[in-house]
């Protein structure tokens, strides 16, 4: 569906107005120059294929802040008024920011849309309050909810986690801060819901008893679960992992770990994996082997899009514009079958060095060109190459005769090892790394 562009009171990007598709020997940066919303590729049209996300955490939140200094880049719309107003001003500003860019979901923390109060109540107010404007936004620009969250790890009562804290007076605050973002994101029509395990994991083990508070996680989730369901959340609960940061050791350490998390507590029918690249990559894994991991176990869910900065590993959260991972990331997407109710949030926010405002739009720009670029590069390998038969080639002895029976659970060790006996010793078959590493190379065009 095409977005309407939504401003309020005042326009905050002027002088930009919906970002066109310009192709790409376009050499305007507010122009797509590869994402065209309609174009058909495998099927189905690019806004289809992506679903893409803004974070209004990143987007309209972050100024640049980091621990070694104040923000540079100056967001009008943070400026001036109470935290209500301030609150108003941001969402005016998102939807602004959205709906310009046309792209058709956003997400969001309930601390991001709307400023916690100083009791339970009153933040619920507060958050109810914003949900209502937000529904309208929704309704004019036909910008729609991807997911919502709570925001359980930056209040410094959550600061030895929240579902996870040996404090149950902490866990009950989480529960109301998660019970009334549930509430926002079935009043806003959310497809998803995620839990991002903020401060659920720990320092040292000398003063933690894992088993106990991995435990308690999963109660929570299961009442999570509960309540959603009894007030007619129909979507999909999404698990986000990340190894480490801001604990030294996160409980959804990565895609395996929540998995076997998610099937040890019988949570794996309700809950998926949002998946962020930079968290994989501090997990040691690249992208497409988590999303791989969660496609194959059933449980995948949406993506957190950004890349982290390959020499130091940390979670930066920079815009994706690595061309060649986007490639085999679009490899695997398409072979899964693709996002589903998912989409692609990005999770991402330009340097602190980049102040101007049209920044933030270049940036996003970037990104979706990237991945639009990746999706035709990955479909022409799959359609045009015999990446898929040579894929399959490696695995033929599988596929009749002895190798066949065995995946059917018909051969023992025993007859096994006479196997390895009458056959003597296999010749060696090329795993052909470099040859598909050049297939890529040769498509980037
Ligand atoms: C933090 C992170 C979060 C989640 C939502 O690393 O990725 O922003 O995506 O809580
Ligand atoms: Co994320």
Known sequence: MPITVTTGEKEYFPGIGQIPFEGPDSDNPLAFKFYDADRIVAGKTMRDHFRFAIAYWHT??????DPFGPGTQPLPWLEGGD????????????????????????CFHDRDMAPEGKTVPESEKNLQVLVELAKAKQKASGIKLLWGTA???????????????????????????????????????????????????????????MKR???????????????????????????????MEPTKHQYDYDVSTVIGFLRHYGLDRDFKINIEN?????????????????????????LDVNQGDPYNGWDTDEF??????????????LRVGGLGHGGMNFDAKTRRCSTDLDDIFIAHISSIDTLARALVIADDILQKSNFLAKRRERYASFDSGKG????????????????????????????????YESLINQYLR
Request: proline letters at 4%; glycine letters at 10%; charged letters at 20%.
């Open 60 to 65: 309209f939140c972050n100024t640049g802040d």
């Open 83 to 106: 935290p209500m107003q301030i609150a108003r001003q941001k969402l005016d500003a998102a939807f602004e920011f959205i709906s310009k860019l046309g792209v058709p979901f956003y």
């Open 151 to 209: 925001n359980v790890f930056g209040n410094p009562r959550y600061m030895n986690g929240a579902a996870t804290n040996p404090d149950f007076h902490v866990l009950t605050h989480a529960a109301a801060q998660v019970k009334a973002a549930l509430e926002a994101t079935v009043a806003l029509g959310g497809e998803n819901y995620v839990f991002w395990g903020g401060r659920e994991g720990y320092f040292t083990l000398l003063n933690t008893q």
């Open 213 to 243: 508070e991995i435990d308690h996680l999963a109660m929570f989730l299961q009442k999570a679960r509960d309540y959603g369901r009894k007030i007619g959340f129909k979507g999909t609960f999404l698990i986000e992992p990340k190894p």
């Open 278 to 302: 930079n968290h994989a990559t501090l997990a040691g894994h690249t992208f497409a082997h988590e999303v791989q991991t969660a496609a194959d176990a059933g449980l995948f869910g949406s």
């Open 320 to 333: 994706l514009h690595n061309l060649y991972d986007a490639v085999e990331l679009m490899l695997v997407m």
């Open 404 to 435: 066949l029976a065995f995946e059917q659970g018909k051969v023992g060790l025993d007859e096994l090892a006479e196997l390895a006996a009458e056959w003597g010793e296999p010749k060696l078959i090329s795993a052909k790394q470099e040859w």
